[in-house]
């Protein structure tokens, strides 16, 4: 009879999924921990524990434990969910496994909690929440210490949700751009239309050239007006978060191998080498933002081997630019190497292939020393050329003399690896999906440390080169890097 009203409850769920995108978890009552139960939903469950203590006396429920802690939960709801949320506080970083039924098989999946000395909330989809699976029912949760001291968790609250299955790309607009984040490569950026000008493809005789009214200027065949200014050929392309970490066997960690050489731990945000998406952990949209988390994969191993980390990015539409706020924590605790890390990784269209940038001894000041590179190759075959950027902003364009594309501005590093993979190449019916490619990031050398959170902003921004160079200078005081520079 349990199965047959999940089943029924499971066909509610599909048809009525929660409309609502404000997610509240119940705060545990007070003066009724018993050192024997959770707060889930709103309402007290019984457990049993099964690894660990419990500590007794605190007004939530409190568990102190060496290696681990194991609680069996009494959990007979039907009701189903596709999102699940934790307030919560630990002394000491975690990775966490949570086992709920999807049609009476038991599934239990993978999470980690940052140390912190105040309660956070921690919110997860399920791992089958983009194939429209529906869990019901917890009825385990435990944890596993990764620090170095015993850990002390409280568990203030647990919620369950069910939400509305997300498009594969996300959209947000406003009167000078249309942004999309990717959900099914770990929530990168994949779309950027420059909306203040009548932005066009077009085909000629010898080329493929994007720009403002391109046909009037150059003729030939209009292959499109609404123009994805970023390349979005495969995962390791878009505008994301990658990371290099160990190298070498050591610490449990086996290199993979990319580009016919070995290659390091390297958790990408797009996903892997072979094209397998990274997890998507949590979004939120509103009108002007889109809020991500995601698990990414390692570049050059195979989806079994999806990182021991989380990244984060907010992507803010504002008055004529976009600004992303990215995080990353690592939990895998292997040692790092000292690295150049790419702070982000861009790729833009190829037609756009005219790399330009401020490099002077006067930044802004207004100096109109703005410095061309016309003719980059790839970059592994240039020797991974680099480039001075004082006013810390960078841009691929057209070739026109005041070129339209697309600018990056990250403050606080001017040194620029860019390039161009298989320059003159063929471009199809979409530039954005098409091999060849314009790539930029701005590099720093920093390694990764585990359970500390690297984070950092830039700015990406549309137009003439003087638009966006106008647009960097009104607002280069919007981002404080600090935090990254002095990680």
């Known amino acids: 009879m349990s199965f047959i009203m999940a089943l029924v409850s499971f066909g509610f769920s599909f048809i009525f999924p929660d409309k609502s995108e404000v997610f509240v978890i119940p705060a545990y009552p007070v003066d009724q921990w018993q050192g024997k139960n959770l707060y889930i939903n709103g309402k007290l469950v019984d457990i049993q524990i099964e690894d660990g203590q419990a500590v ?30 934790f307030s919560l506080q630990s002394s000491e970083p975690l990775k966490g496994y949570i086992t709920y039924n999807i049609l009476g098989i038991s599934q239990s999946e993978e999470f980690f909690i940052e ?147 070995l290659w390091s731990y390297n958790p990408v945000q797009g996903g892997n080498q072979f094209g397998d998406a990274s997890k998507i ?36 539409l504002k008055d004529g630019y976009v600004k992303v706020d990215c995080r990353f924590v690592d939990f895998s605790k292997w040692e790092s190497v000292l690295r150049g890390q790419e702070l982000p990784a861009f790729y833009a ?32 075959d240039a020797g991974m050329p680099t480039f001075q950027a004082t006013e810390y902003w960078c841009a691929w364009t057209n070739m026109e003399d005041n070129g339209f594309g697309i600018g990056l501005y990250v403050p606080g590093i001017s040194n620029m690896l860019a390039g161009i993979a298989d320059r003159g190449g063929k471009i199809g019916d979409d530039p954005s999906t098409s ?31 003087s638009d966006i160079r106008q647009t960097f200078t009104q607002n280069r005081n919007v981002i404080d890097n600090t935090a990254l520079l002095n990680y």
């Open 56 to 85: 007794t006396g605190p007004v939530s429920p409190t568990f102190r434990f060496d290696k681990s802690l194991a609680l069996s939960v009494n959990d007979n709801s039907k009701t189903p969910f596709n999102y699940y949320g």
């Open 115 to 261: 140390k912190s000395a105040q309660p956070i909330e921690f919110f997860s989809f399920i791992d089958g929440y983009f194939k429209s699976m529906k869990g019901y029912g917890i009825s385990k949760i435990s944890f596993e210490n990764l620090g170095s001291e015993p850990a002390t968790i409280v568990i203030n609250g647990l919620a369950t949700f069910n939400r509305e299955v997300l498009d594969d790309t996300v959209f947000i607009s406003d009167a000078n751009y249309k942004i999309g984040v990717s959900l099914q490569w770990g929530g990168a950026l994949s779309y950027l239309e420059y909306l203040k000008a009548n932005v066009q493809a077009v085909r000629t005789a010898d080329d493929v050239i994007i720009g403002v009214d391109s046909l009037a200027k150059y003729g030939g065949t209009l292959i499109t007006d609404k123009v994805n200014l970023i390349n979005r050929a495969d995962t390791g392309r878009l505008v994301q978060q990658s990371y290099y970490g160990t190298n070498g066997e050591h610490d449990g960690y086996i290199q993979g191998t990319s580009f016919n050489t």
């Open 281 to 316: 952990v949590n979004c939120r949209i509103t009108a002007d933002s889109i809020y991500i988390k995601c698990r990414p994969m390692d570049w050059a191993k195979h989806a079994v081997d999806i990182t021991p980390s989380y990244m984060e990015a907010t992507y803010t």
């Open 349 to 380: 269209d190829e037609p756009l292939n005219s790399f330009r940038y401020y490099g002077g001894n006067s930044p802004w000041t207004g100096d109109n020393q703005i410095k061309h590179e016309d003719n980059l190759i790839f970059w592994p």
């Open 435 to 465: 091999g060849p490619t314009s790539y930029v990031a701005a590099l720093k050398s920093l390694s990764i440390k585990s359970f500390v959170p690297l984070q950092y902003s830039y700015l990406v921004a549309a137009g003439n080169i």
